[in-house]
Nanobody
Framework: QVQLVESGGGLVQAGGSLRLSCAASGRTFSNYAMAWFRQAPGKEREFVAAISWSGGSTYYADSVKGRFTIDRDNAKNTVYLQMNSLKPEDTAVYYC???????????????????WGQGTQVTVSS
């Protein structure tokens, strides 16, 4: 089992920044790829960003590319999502997830992640 706890969400004005953190405990953190997904009201959960177990590969949704950065610190068992130039359409509950995808296209799939956090709310005002 891997337990994941997100933090860092909040209310920010459009154009602002937030940094989300996800602390992991349980099984060896560095064995897992990590990802962020989000779910806006009335919408399905969608992929945001992912990072390989080593941190050597990162993947982003087109909607956040160039604005968001995912990174991880395996010594601290933590993955981060730096969100810059936030837009009202970024408003959602953000979820951290851990899994073991293999092929590149698997990193984008919700079904490849076995462990999920409880989510943290991000609200961007216009």
């Amino acid at each position: 089992q891997v337990q994941l706890v997100e933090s860092g969400g909040g209310l920010v004005q459009a154009g602002g920044s937030l940094r989300l953190s996800c602390a992991a405990s349980g099984r060896t953190f560095s064995n897992y790829a990590m990802a962020w997904f989000r779910q806006a009201p009335g919408k399905e959960r969608e992929f945001v960003a992912a990072i390989s177990w080593s941190g050597g590969s990162t993947y982003y949704a087109d909607s956040v590319k160039g604005r968001f950065t995912i990174d991880r610190d395996n010594a601290k068992n933590t993955v981060y999502l730096q969100m810059n130039s936030l837009k009202p359409e970024d408003t959602a509950v953000y979820y951290c997830a851990a899994g073991q995808p293999y092929y590149t296209n698997e990193y984008y799939r919700e079904t490849q992640y076995n462990y999920w956090g409880q989510g943290t709310q991000v609200t961007v005002s216009s």
